[in-house]
């Protein structure tokens, strides 16, 4: 049976809520896939709107901001790496990309353009299902730490309003980025593993692919470090993980 993939959320802050449908942006170039993964997340409750090309993405996206978008890379009329780039412009909703398996030049690519996970084609639509729960369960999620972190005097992170300042002056972080700095400062000095990581903060298991966190600590620091390719507060431990320095 059908279900409507629901979520609830404080109504106008007077502490009443309501049921609100989640709504997923498909941008698919290819009618076979797009029409028979549509309708497969419809029959899991989800609102799809589909688009065909960039063009369409941009508009469908300007005028029907979504809770998720999907997006393959490979459009008619448009680099799906610009679509991405411009959809975080303005947004910080979770990006899932859709890639060529052996193709891992492009997956890089699209977490380096904004997007917070992949999914190789061709995929079973039951784990690109999961993949949206997770992103929408840890999005919804967010915010749960309240204390300030101060990191070397440089890097000021507020989980409590969802700000990182670094030398006083706010950056912007995608939601993903986020939820992994928030990860490491709240343990400071620990060493995390890409494991730990990858099951804290995206919110399942990868089994040995440990990729898009290597990508996203590296987006990471470029926003942060004074030096990125000498970080002094996200520090790789070689054969174990990363470590955030107090």
């Given at each position: 049976?059908?279900?409507?993939?629901?979520?609830?959320?404080?109504?106008?802050?007077?502490?009443?809520?309501?049921?609100?449908?989640?709504?997923?942006?498909?941008?698919?170039?290819?009618?076979?896939?797009?029409?028979?993964?549509?309708?497969?997340?419809?029959?899991?409750?989800?609102?799809?709107?589909?688009?065909?090309?960039?063009?369409?993405?941009?508009?469908?996206?300007?005028?029907?901001?979504?809770?998720?978008?999907?997006?393959?890379?490979?459009?008619?009329?448009?680099?799906?790496?610009?679509?991405?780039?411009?959809?975080?412009?303005?947004?910080?909703?979770?990006?899932?990309?859709?890639?060529?398996?052996?193709?891992?030049?492009?997956?890089v690519a699209g977490?380096?353009?904004?997007?917070?996970?992949?999914?190789?084609?061709?995929?079973?639509?039951?784990?690109?299902?999961?993949?949206?729960?997770?992103?929408?369960?840890?999005?919804?999620?967010?915010?749960?730490?309240?204390?300030?972190?101060?990191?070397?005097?440089?890097?000021?992170?507020?989980?409590?309003?969802?700000?990182?300042?670094?030398?006083?002056?706010?950056?912007?972080?995608?939601?993903?980025?986020?939820?992994?700095?928030?990860?490491?400062?709240?343990?400071?000095?620990?060493?995390?593993?890409?494991?730990?990581?990858?099951?804290?903060?995206?919110?399942?298991?990868?089994?040995?692919?440990?990729k898009l966190v290597?990508?996203?600590?590296?987006?990471?620091?470029?926003?942060?470090?004074?030096?990125?390719?000498?970080?002094?507060?996200?520090?790789?431990?070689?054969?174990?993980?990363?470590?955030?320095?107090?």
């Amino acid at each position: 049976m059908a279900f409507r993939v629901t979520c609830r959320r404080d109504a106008a802050g007077c502490g009443q809520t309501e049921l609100v449908t989640v709504s997923v942006l498909f941008v698919e170039d290819d009618p076979s896939i797009r029409i028979a993964t549509a309708q497969t997340l419809r029959d899991d409750g989800y609102d799809v709107v589909e688009a065909a090309n960039g063009a369409e993405a941009l508009d469908r996206f300007e005028h029907r901001p979504p809770d998720c978008v999907l997006l393959d890379l490979m459009l008619p009329d448009a680099d799906g790496f610009d679509v991405c780039r411009t959809f975080r412009t303005s947004s910080s909703v979770p990006i899932i990309i859709l890639t060529a398996k052996s193709d891992s030049h492009d997956m890089v690519a699209g977490l380096e353009a904004g997007a917070d996970d992949y999914v190789t084609k061709p995929f079973e639509s039951k784990v690109l299902v999961a993949r949206i729960r997770a992103l929408l369960r840890r999005a919804r999620g967010q915010g749960d730490r309240t204390d300030a972190v101060l990191l070397g005097g440089r890097v000021e992170v507020r989980a409590e309003d969802g700000t990182v300042s670094v030398e006083g002056r706010e950056v912007h972080l995608t939601r993903t980025e986020f939820r992994l700095l928030c990860e490491l400062t709240a343990n400071l000095g620990k060493v995390l593993s890409r494991e730990q990581l990858l099951d804290s903060v995206w919110d399942y298991d990868y089994f040995g692919e440990t990729k898009l966190v290597d990508v996203h600590i590296h987006r990471l620091r470029s926003k942060v470090e004074l030096d990125p390719a000498r970080p002094a507060h996200i520090v790789t431990v070689r054969g174990l993980g990363y470590r955030a320095v107090p």
